[in-house]
């Protein structure tokens, strides 16, 4: 446990799985709050967003009103369009492999948005990617402790009071939560009045808000949450996944082996196949492990009250915890060779196997009351993608003008509270011209089965606040 110091506030990393599972797992109750953030919370949504709000009742209402978009029992009903965006993306794939972090961005934000709106977005190029997950990405990169210039302001608070006219440190925070509608209100609202959006999560949250008084920014914040918790997060997945089968292609071998075996050529791995598909499961999980994108856990949990935790003497914790996640899942006890990408690892019993606190054996997606509740989708979207690239394609490292292998970097990341590989490139090929045939016929009728959910939206980000002003 490392004590990290902003300005005059501590904050206790963990950097043990078994540390962080007896205080935020075991000890939920007590660890289940926010600590105060002037830059991410104060300057944003304050405690209209459910990620930034302190341990109560209207959390636990925000928390239930979330589990009516992505909990458990929901994500299930959404295996079928995830599934057919998984098709579509193998078949971007086979038209531009080049493209494949944008193809990741266009399912991963398809995905949430047919949920949230009862939309799908059909192209890379459409602003509810470029935009938004650009904002998210700004917003991950921000949110690292003095990491940039705003930041400053969790030291002293007293600079966030200055207007941002004469106050450059702010960057622009601050503006455009107190006028008009937020942005992802007015999304919210245009598909709630939609006829053709089916029963999506906006209509959902408009049922509801009357009920619970919603304000229009906590209707905003619980839509926009599936972009934030769904898009970034599900395509940074991928692109390491990517980066891994370029780094790592000896790890490949046994899943392919198995997709062969259980699935063959004529048709690609669907749900039905997970209880048979282990080793694929096993290099699913290793991707979550090996580069887990929440680099720190998220956002910080602080006690609401004064605990006691016993490392080498008595320690009182009245600080914020968060949960180092890259140590943790780079523990040499509990990952042996840790930057090595070793599905073997998952196989329970076998001799790359060891103990780890917590039934998974990873913990990426977070401790406790404040686990992240998309978590079920994340993992359901990443098996049937992951099985199916594996299925379908050769992903493998770049040639140059001689022919010889590029080289990837596996420590070559974004600096941010999320992360990602940086760009690089590599080869996707089908991986016979009968799983060709198989993926164009797949995809096509995943086309056709997705139609129900075509249409656009008259929102831009870019543009929105501009014109939202003059209303």
């Known amino acids: 446990m490392i004590t990290f110091w902003t300005g005059r506030r501590p904050t206790i990393w963990i950097c043990d799985a078994w540390a962080a599972s007896e205080l935020l797992d075991k000890r939920a109750a007590i660890y289940a709050s926010r600590p105060r953030m002037v830059v991410f919370s104060e300057l944003g949504a304050g405690q209209s967003n459910m990620v930034n709000m302190y341990y109560g009742d ?73 935009e938004v997950i650009a904002v998210m990405q700004r917003a991950a990169e921000l949110n690292v402790p003095g990491k940039t210039f705003p930041m400053l302001m969790e030291s002293f608070p007293f ?17 455009g939560q107190g006028r008009g509608r937020p942005f992802f209100y007015a999304l919210a609202e245009e ?53 891994a089968c370029c780094a790592f292609p000896n790890a490949l071998t ?15 791995p669907t749900f039905q196949d997970e209880a048979d598909l282990p080793y694929v499961k096993a290099l699913m999980k290793e991707v979550l492990r090996w580069r887990s994108v929440a680099i720190i856990g998220g956002q910080p949990h602080a006690p609401i009250k004064d605990d006691h935790y016993k490392v080498l003497k008595q320690t009182t914790i009245a600080a914020p915890e968060a949960g180092n996640v890259w140590a943790i899942h780079h523990h040499e006890r509990e990952f042996p060779d840790p930057d090595r990408f070793n599905p073997d ?53 770049a040639l140059d003008e ?12 974004t600096n941010g509270l999320n992360m990602r590989p940086n760009p690089f490139k590599c080869r996707i090929t089908p991986r016979s011209p009968e799983i060709r045939a198989t993926i164009d016929k797949e995809g096509q009728q995943a086309l056709q089965d997705l139609s129900e959910y075509d249409g656009e939206t008259k929102y831009r980000m870019s543009t929105y606040y501009a014109t939202e002003k003059l209303r």
């Not at 198995?258 to 690609?268: A, K, M, T, W, Y």
């Open 345 to 397: 690892r998952w196989i329970k019993g076998g001799p790359d196997s060891r103990p780890f606190p917590s039934e998974k054996g990873y913990m990426t997606f977070g401790w406790g009351r404040r686990v992240c509740s998309g978590q079920g989708l994340a993992e359901q979207g990443t098996f049937i993608t992951v099985a199916r690239l594996l299925w379908g394609f050769e992903i493998e490292k």
């Open 191 to 243: 598909a709630a009045t939609n006829k053709n959006s089916g029963q999506c999560y906006a209509k959902k949250l408009f049922d509801e808000a009357p009920k619970h008084s919603l304000s229009k920014m906590e209707i905003s914040s619980l839509a926009g949450n599936l972009f934030g918790a769904g898009s970034d997060t599900s395509s940074s997945t991928l692109v390491t996944f990517v980066l």
């Open 254 to 268: 046994k899943a392919r082996e198995e997709l062969d075996r259980i699935v063959g050529p004529h048709r690609s």
């Open 402 to 413: 001689q022919g010889n292998e590029v080289d990837v970097d596996i420590f070559d990341f």
């Open 58 to 130: 209207r959390w636990r209402l925000h928390r239930k009103l979330t589990h009516m978009g992505v909990g458990l029992q929901q994500v299930r009903n959404y295996r079928g369009f995830q599934n057919d965006e998984s098709k579509v993306v193998a078949l971007d794939l086979l038209h531009e492999p080049e493209e494949y972090v944008k193809h990741f961005e266009r399912y991963a934000t398809s995905v949430v948005s047919i949920i949230g709106f009862g939309r799908r977005v059909a192209a890379s190029t459409d602003p509810i990617i470029t």
């Open 159 to 175: 600079l966030a009071r200055f207007p941002n006219w004469m106050a450059p440190w702010k960057h622009g925070l601050g503006q």
